[in-house]
């Protein structure tokens, strides 16, 4: 443990996700944490309100500021000061906090709500229309704060239930931070199921503080840094992302999703010096020609996550932000947030016959092996499943002990996490993801790499936003490929992949769009790509 974190953990409230917050309050109140439209907070005003929050949640939920299980609330929000608030809030008064986001349909909700138990929701403007007469009717906890404009009175008579307008938060008097044990949940994260229910992966406080104090020596941000958030609080990558920058007492700026054309100009704007986003939305802006050379002339660092970098990527940005060093970081989820990285400076490491960044090398704490379905570990070259250990492991799935089991296995004395990656180490040590292997498919009894197709159509069209998916299916057989570009059509692109990949890859048909479907985490989102074949809207 660095002395930095042993220091922290001596504060009031050891391990608490707020206590970066909670101590920039005291000693630099006056400095900007969070700005989003057009609103800006200070450490203190950031502080008092998270405390005040807490001071309501404590109150109400009985709780004592320690002892464990922590209850679980609900945090239905979109990308705002409230859901930031909302989560530093539940950390502070001593309870785990579960993102939701304002897009979930009513029927995920309601099973996550099921799953959890909830002792409470906070929400912001956007997660108040969530609260349908059917969900309250379901699944509503008994305490529910909302913000300033919603009707809530309206609202409490509705659902039966004790509902607290933010207005009513603002004479309550902070508590100490609540104390957290390693081994409590920090936060609850919930990611889609193959079974179609929501699998909710649980991150201790000592996994995520082992993180952001690890990820806070290799990103070396201090106060004087403008953090990009252009990330829902349900993506893990916001979990670095604030409480990253609060650590550092620098500053994070939200960027709206109904504004993310403009998150150059934004970036600009409001002199932003770290970039974090996914490389879709780097494609997207080169798309509409918006990230051109020396736009970004304030960002000295540039952070990629949860999909592949390619070269042109890199190219493009750096040539927008001058000098900045870009980081590529890989992790998922059960490992909280990231777990490797390839810094690309000068130089970096491509990963053969794809075009896009390797994905590095284990960062510090974390163990990152290649492994064959009989656990065994493969030499370099030889491609198998991407297995990760270490301490920032996820405690395993919500309610779900076999699940738990199966992707968390102990092997030769050790916990592992099987990440259903392809991937292969290279004889320097680097490794290199190669995709989902749940995205290896068989078509017509050939086994395809999806990735490995929508790398030579990036090549062939030298447009990013690409992707292939298996079309039709029918009884569960593949009987073919269809292909999905965002750009100008072009005649040439089937007979120059014909060159490239056997007749059994070739795409039967070419989708050209004028936008590809993004997710809320800012992926491109496949599962649209086939609702819109099988409702042939294309």
């Known amino acids: ?52 929050l807490a001071a309501v949640l404590r109150a109400r939920l009985n709780l004592a500021g320690g002892g464990s299980p922590k209850p679980l609330i609900g945090v239905i929000a979109s990308r705002s000061i409230d859901a930031c608030v909302a989560a530093l809030g539940s950390a502070w008064a001593g309870a785990t906090y579960v993102p939701i986001g ?13 799953a959890c138990g909830f002792a409470a929701f906070v929400t912001d403007a956007q997660g108040a229309k969530l609260l349908s007469p059917a969900v309250l009717a379901e699944v509503a906890p008994p305490l529910i704060v909302v913000p300033r404009s919603e009707p809530y009175r309206e609202l409490a008579a509705r659902c ?21 044990e390693p081994d409590d949940l920090a936060y ?40 990009l958030e252009v990330t829902e609080l349900g993506f893990d990558v916001s979990v670095m992302n604030m409480f990253g920058t609060w ?30 986003s996914t490389p879709s939305l780097i494609a997207l802006l080169r798309q509409i020609k918006q990230l051109s050379p ?22 493009a940005f750096r040539a927008a932000a001058p000098g900045c060093v870009v980081e590529n970081l890989y992790g998922p989820t059960e490992a909280t947030v990231v777990c490797t990285g390839q810094r690309a400076e000068s130089d970096y490491v491509l990963t053969p016959n794809r075009d896009v960044l390797s994905i590095g090398t284990p960062l510090p704490g974390n163990e990152a092996v290649v492994m064959n379905d009989r656990h065994e570990i493969l030499p370099p070259g030889q491609i198998g499943e991407l297995v990760l250990s270490g301490p920032q492991l996820a ?3 919500l309610g779900a002990p076999d699940l738990t089991s199966a992707k968390f296995p102990v092997i030769d004395g050790k916990r592992w996490y099987l990440t259903g990656d392809s991937a292969f180490c290279g004889s320097d040590g680097l ?38 998916v298996p079309w039709p299916t029918v009884d569960g057989m593949h009987h073919g490929l269809i292909a999905f570009v965002c750009g100008a059509e072009r005649a040439s692109v089937i007979p120059a992949l014909q060159r490239r990949v056997p007749a059994y890859m070739l795409p039967s048909k070419i989708h050209w769009l004028e936008q590809m479907p993004i997710n809320q985490n800012g992926k491109i989102d496949r599962r649209a790509l086939t609702r819109k074949l099988e409702s042939e809207k294309i």
């Open 160 to 180: 039966g239930k004790l509902v607290l307008d933010t207005r009513s938060l603002e004479d309550e008097r902070e508590p100490p931070l609540a104390d957290f």
């Open 431 to 468: 490794l290199h993801h190669l995709g989902r292997i749940d995205n290896q498919v068989k078509v017509l009894g050939n086994r395809v790499e999806l990735e490995e197709i929508e790398a030579h159509l990036r090549d062939i069209t030298q447009l990013e936003l690409v992707a292939v």
């Open 1 to 52: 443990m660095t002395e930095r974190s042993q220091r922290d953990q001596e504060t009031s409230g050891r391990l608490n996700l707020a206590r970066h917050v909670y101590r920039r309050g005291l000693e630099s109140p006056d400095l900007v944490s969070i700005a989003c439209e057009g609103e800006e907070l200070t450490y203190r005003d950031l502080s008092r309100r998270a405390g005040k």
């Open 395 to 397: 405690q395993g799935y």
């Open 294 to 315: 020396d736009s970004l002339p304030d960002v000295r660092l540039a952070i990629f996550i949860g999909e592949p970098l390619s070269r042109s990527a890199v190219a």
């Open 188 to 227: 609850v994260m919930f990611t889609s199921g193959t079974t179609g229910v929501p699998k909710g992966v649980m991150i201790s406080a000592g996994s995520a503080n082992g993180f952001l104090d690890m990820i806070g020596e290799r990103l070396c941000l201090d106060e004087h840094d403008r953090t």
């Open 247 to 276: 650590e550092a007492g620098a500053s994070l700026h939200v960027l709206p999703a109904a504004r993310v054309m403009n998150a150059v100009a934004f970036a600009r704007d409001s002199r932003l010096t770290v970039w974090n």
């Open 102 to 114: 304002t897009k979930t349909p009513e029927d995920r909700l309601r099973k996550i709500a099921q």
